[in-house]
């Protein structure tokens, strides 16, 4: 794992800028260092935000420094959802409203531009040694070339 680092790395002809952020309960970034490890530069092809758990201020700053994706599995699809009618309730909700799937998130200041952020439901668990209604999950992501 790494922490609170950034990386380039070269796939065929493209750039990848990653920026790995540990963000846990226990462990949060100072706004000063989330600022010094985003990236500005404009020589990435695609521009990846990396952290565990999705947090209002680091959403707000991929998207400010204009991120194309966003990737965070904290929530665990919400472990544990009672499914009521048309309702999904989960102790997760209390807690963040990204608990699962994809959002997509425009650059007010730069039209046509948008962010899309993944929460995967992933395969553990926390506290509770138990999933209910909520499938584990891997993801496949492709990343094309628009070139």
Wanted: hydrophobic share 35%.
């Amino acid at each position: 794992m790494i922490d609170n680092s950034k990386k380039d790395i070269k796939v065929g002809d493209s750039d990848l800028c990653i920026t790995f952020i540990t963000n846990t309960y226990v462990e949060t970034i100072d706004e000063i260092v989330l600022d010094s490890l985003t990236y500005n530069k404009a020589g990435c092809d695609i521009k990846i935000f990396l952290t565990h758990q999705p947090r209002s201020n680091m959403i707000d700053k991929a998207v400010e420094k204009d991120y194309d994706l966003f990737l965070a599995g904290h929530t665990h699809g919400g472990q544990i959802t009672l499914v009521f009618p048309f309702v999904y309730i989960t102790p997760t909700m209390f807690e963040t409203k990204y608990i699962r799937g994809d959002f997509w998130f425009d650059n007010p200041d730069k039209i046509g531009t948008s962010m899309l952020l993944i929460v995967t439901r992933g395969l553990g668990m926390s506290l509770a040694p138990i999933r209910y209604n909520s499938t584990p999950e891997v993801t496949l992501i492709t990343l094309k070339n628009s070139k």
